[in-house]
């Protein structure tokens, strides 16, 4: 049975009231994986503005990944930000990163000031349609640390984000819509043990833009 993951009265920290800027939601009984959730972390107009900007002003290139032998490109563009020793990799994809513009420096400031981690790289992603996605995956790299921190903010349309246990079938499959504006971040053991994506659908959907902030280890 799938469930809505802001339907269930259980996984909400009980400490929240409909006052407080952040939802803490408990993947686990243990509350060892957690998200903390902030609706509306910027406001409509910057929000709109900030989308237009990233749209036209990020080098967005569009990668290969080889599954099967057969090298195909990935459903979505991309670009990776950071400082100059934060170089990634993921499923054979090398990244070298882009400095952090005025407007990424500025929105990355008022990220961590709100949720008291430290980020040193950006992975934007562009979903041009419905047709774009991200399938399931943790980000565990090894270069991310041993319980990473990913800070995520929505820009433009609505997407579902959905997340599912590796390996307990026990626990449902979680499904959380991202609007406009709203930051979500991935916490404690979440990338040890949940596998998240955003699927396609054939509904119609405009463009959207995620950044997901985050730190590189540098060895």
């Not at 409509?44 to 057969?70: E, H, M």
């Not at 270069?143 to 307990?168: M, Q, W, Y």
Request: aromatic share 10%; charged share 25%; hydrophobic share 35%.
């Amino acid at each position: 049975m799938q469930q809505d993951l802001f339907t269930q009265p259980d996984a909400v920290d009980s400490k929240n009231n409909s006052e407080d800027p952040v939802e803490t939601l408990y993947l686990d009984p243990e509350r060892l994986s957690f998200l903390q959730f902030y609706r509306g972390f910027l406001n409509p107009d910057r929000a709109a503005s900030l989308f237009k900007t990233l749209q036209k002003d990020v080098p967005w290139r569009q990668d290969r990944i080889r599954i099967a032998g057969k090298e195909i490109p990935i459903p979505r563009l991309q670009a990776w930000f950071g400082n100059i020793d934060a170089q990634y990799g993921y499923s054979g994809i090398a990244l070298t990163p882009i400095p952090f513009s005025p407007t990424l420096s500025e929105i990355k400031n008022a990220i961590e000031a709100t949720c008291g981690d430290n980020f040193n790289s950006l992975l934007a992603n562009y979903y041009r349609d419905g047709q774009d996605s991200v399938s399931w995956h943790a980000d565990d790299e090894t270069e991310l640390g041993t319980n990473p921190v990913i800070a995520s903010l929505s820009l433009g349309e609505t997407r579902r984000f959905s997340l599912k246990h590796k390996h307990d079938k026990s626990f449902d499959t979680l499904h959380l819509d991202l609007h406009q504006g709203d930051l979500l971040i991935m916490a404690g053991e979440t990338q040890h043990h949940w596998l998240h994506q955003v699927a396609k659908t054939k509904k119609t959907r405009e463009p959207r833009i995620n950044l997901t902030f985050r730190k590189i280890y540098v060895k």
